[in-house]
């Protein structure tokens, strides 16, 4: 591994980010946004001004300390703009730039927090679809036209860092293990059937998707590449509101969602259903050759196809009562109903010397239904000291996944003696999850320029997933027995306490941020009908440190160490051995360890007035990194496992850009370069494995008239070493195209993988074993899909509103009810 030489391609990018946009010219306009009631700055929030004149405009964000300055302004009278999300826009008219005034400082610029006012009515002007902080980037997905009608899935493919694999699995800067939350709180989602579900989700229930690469110790220790968080929609607003969306589309695609809400000045309810239903299509070929190069090689050429049938209803509703000024108390709850069908058909020739050996032909059929319930009781309380507050959490989460499974395999061999057999076995599945979650955060500000942070969470998870198999009695075709040898009743149970603390304090231009999470768990698995049991107890303190230094106005550089951990789950842990498959055997280890891993980030964000840029070294190390290893049983059946591999790294380079050309042209890319190290161990017949990898994406939102808007997006991945072999280049290119009708009428419609290209590929290099093979496989998840969709809003939008809030607004009687900020809890700890 060549380190000096990717040291000094890091370091030769991030010197040319870093170069300083050239001196501006002209006036300027500078000031600070705090909150109105408690005069904590807003940092990221958005400012523009624009020319009366000419309508031109311009735009930054506050940095860290709240502060912003757009310079290059020419003579003229402009109307400054300010929002952030949840407060009512700041907007101030007829302000001079001229010879005799170049310079004008606001000072303290107040916002009103828009209390229990979520988002929506008519939109006026786009809103940024990204905003980016040092500890976190908050996309605005709710804008994304090549996933309108489509699933978190869907959605999570278009967000910067993530990458979403051909089984629906979410990865962050090249790792699956990521922890991906629900409106910043565990779900029953962890417990391995994540990718079901958020294939169930609509992307029209979501509102923001939150990305933190290397979250300090507040936040959950648990994912090795950072979290994670889907901010779901709330859609609340003054007085009565609404919207309604449908979708129809190929391959059997049709959805549909219904938001309501009501809010008063003491309570705010909010609703949503989401129904949606859609077949994916996908196919796959898998080549091996085993003993290659020898006369006695073995030919196993599978081609395989499979169709999967989704259907789910999602439903969320929730009250926000305001107990007094500076006191709330949340109510909410989800259920999530859905059902998945799959019907996978596989033909498998081995040749040995030219002539046909063996055949074997699959049909199998898998059906699923299950429901997710999650329930959440928030309080909320603002002393009268600025920035001092009390949140707490009970959050209660089940899930139950019942399944029905029928496999045949029919066995042809061909020789001296032809002969042919049929393999049958039906199985029944009953898995449930019950997910407990209590927490406490206390923020005091100590002065100033410091404060401290200090929480509690203890999470109680317990996963009961029951595999019944019945095969033919002998001699029957249609009587089937209880198969004990085959079954698997598993038993996971897991129990984290934490408690941390946090401790930032400003120097100037220098910031410093150190904490430490203590964390105990307790993990404990077992087979039903077994003697054994396994536990895992262990005590880890998780430390964190931030170093930020503002160079400038618009410039920001951060340094930042964390430790995380990644613990193995019941798919992973279970010692049963799944024979379903004649080919591919299936086991769990239940002595895994949980891996460790080491993370240092050194970011980078700069703001020019069309141009924003956040860029980041990084490098993660991990002691008892766990990898997917495969060892050949004989000649054609393979066993599948998991172990514990020494020590893995990854040391790489990501960019993200947003660049506004205009009004009517903005472009965002993001490019992620890393170099991966595995350790082998030749224990397990996982050899050293390390290169270089990159992947990246580019959007680009085109408006050529008002009501009408154009998104065209492409991917790439490229190839990447995993052990005992690599995974291959992997692309796509989507487009999408909304029309406005009326201001709460619109039409949409967006083709995803246009060019139908997107298929996972594998290499796999196991030669030095007893059975030594290669292999190479193609597998595709879904193809090409096309959707048309219809979205109305309706309610309290007009006059009215506007009377409600004509005394609220700010300033020069400039605030625009259409402008409000949305969210939702973001309490990730």
Do not use: C
């Amino acid at each position: 591994m060549n380190f000096l030489a990717i040291k000094r391609i890091f370091l030769f990018l991030l010197l040319l980010i870093t170069i300083k946009a050239g001196a501006q010219t002209g006036g300027a306009i500078t000031g600070k946004l705090v909150d109105a009631n408690t005069g904590q700055v807003l940092d990221f929030a958005s400012v523009s001004v624009t020319l009366k004149a000419d309508k031109t405009t311009k735009g930054i964000q506050t940095d860290v300390a709240g502060n912003f300055k757009i310079d290059g302004l020419k003579d003229g009278v402009y109307i400054l703009k300010a929002t952030f999300l949840g407060y009512l826009t700041y907007t101030k008219d007829s302000i001079q730039i001229n010879s005799s005034r170049k310079l004008l400082a606001l000072g303290a610029v107040k916002l009103k927090p828009a209390k229990g006012v979520l988002k929506e009515v008519v939109v006026t002007a786009q809103k940024s679809t990204i905003k980016l902080s040092t500890d976190k980037k908050v996309f605005s997905v709710d804008q994304s036209l090549v996933s309108q009608g489509g699933s978190a899935t869907d959605l999570l493919t278009n967000v910067p860092s993530v990458q979403v694999d051909v089984e629906g699995n979410v990865n962050l800067r090249g790792s699956s293990n990521v922890r991906v939350l629900i409106n910043g709180k565990p779900s029953a989602i962890s417990g391995g059937s994540v990718s079901d579900i958020l294939q169930s989700i609509p992307a029209s229930a979501i509102e923001n998707i939150e990305v933190i690469t290397n979250p300090s110790s507040k936040y959950d220790a648990e994912g090795q590449s950072g979290i994670i968080n889907i901010i779901l929609k709330r859609n609340a607003q003054l007085g009565f509101n609404g919207s309604a969306s449908a979708t129809v589309g190929t391959q059997n695609t049709y959805n549909g969602s219904l938001n309501l809400s009501y809010q008063t000045s003491k309570v705010n309810l909010f609703g949503n259903y989401s129904y949606r239903k859609a077949d994916r299509i996908g196919n796959g070929t898998t080549n091996r050759i085993t003993y290659p190069g020898t006369d006695s090689a073995r030919f196993q050429d599978q081609i395989s196809n499979q169709t999967f049938k989704f259907n789910s209803h999602n439903v969320r509703a929730g009250a926000d009562f305001n107990l007094d000024a500076k006191t709330v108390l949340t109510a909410s709850g989800n259920i999530n109903i859905r059902e998945r069908n799959r019907y996978q058909t596989g033909n498998t020739s081995i040749t040995t010397r030219n002539a046909l050996t063996q055949q074997l032909i699959q049909n199998n059929f898998s059906g699923n239904s299950g429901n997710n319930l999650d329930l959440n009781l928030d309080f909320s309380h603002k002393y009268k000291k600025p920035g001092q507050e009390l949140t707490a959490n009970i959050g209660y989460s089940s899930e139950k996944e019942d399944g029905d499974e029928n496999l045949s395999t029919i066995t042809r061999n061909y020789g001296f003696i032809n002969n042919s057999s049929i393999f049958r076995q039906n199985n029944t599945t009953d898995g449930k999850q019950r997910n407990l979650n209590l927490q406490a955060d206390y923020t005091m500000p100590l002065g100033k320029d410091s404060k401290l942070e200090a929480g509690y969470r203890s999470t109680i998870n317990r996963n009961d997933n029951n595999y019944l198999a019945y095969v033919l009695a002998n001699g029957s075709t249609t009587n089937f027995v209880f198969d004990n040898t085959r079954s698997n009743h598993f038993i996971y149970n897991e129990q984290v306490h934490a408690v941390y603390t946090n401790y930032q304090r400003q120097f100037g231009k220098f910031g410093v941020q150190v904490g430490a999470r203590v964390e105990d768990a307790h993990i404990k698995t077992r087979l039903v009908d077994s003697v054994n049991q396994y536990k895992q107890d262990y005590f880890r303190i998780y430390p964190s440190v931030f170093l930020s230094d503002k160079l400038t106005e618009n410039q920001t550089l951060q340094l930042s160490y964390t430790r995380r951990v990644s613990r193995p789950r019941d798919r992973q842990l279970s010692p049963f051995l799944d024979r379903s498959d004649p080919l591919n055997f299936q086991q769990g280890n239940p002595t895994l360890q949980p891996e460790d891993t080491h993370a240092f980030e050194l970011s980078y964000i700069n703001y020019w007035n069309t141009l924003t840029l956040t860029s980041s070294l990084y490098y993660r190390y991990t002691n008892q990194n766990i990898q997917q290893v495969r060892t050949p049983l004989t000649a054609t059946t393979t066993l599948t496992t998991f172990e514990n591999i020494t020590s893995a790294a990854n040391a790489g380079y990501e960019l993200i850009a947003k660049l506004t050309a205009s009004s009517k042209f903005d472009l965002t890319g993001n490019v992620n370069v890393f170099y991966r190290n595995i350790k082998g161990n030749l224990e397990f017949n996982v050899p050293q494995a390390s290169g270089y990898a990159f992947n990246g994406n580019l959007t680009a939102n085109i408006k050529p008239i008002k009501k009408l808007g154009i998104q065209l997006r492409g991917d790439y991945q490229g190839k990447q070493v995993q052990a005992q072999g690599y995974s291959r280049a992997l692309y796509g290119f989507d487009g999408g195209v909304r029309y406005d009708l009326t201001k709460a009428l619109n039409i949409s419609a967006n083709v995803r993988d246009i060019f139908n290209s997107r298929k996972f590929g594998s290499i796999v290099d196991n030669t030095n074993t007893a059975f030594p093979y290669t292999q190479e496989s193609f597998r595709r998840f879904g193809t090409r899909t096309a959707l048309f969709t219809v979205s109305y809003r309706f309610g309290n939008s007009g006059s009215e509103q506007k009377r409600q809030k004509k005394g609220q607004d700010q300033d020069n009687g400039g605030g625009n009810p259409d402008d409000l900020g949305g969210g939702g809890p973001a309490n990730i700890k």
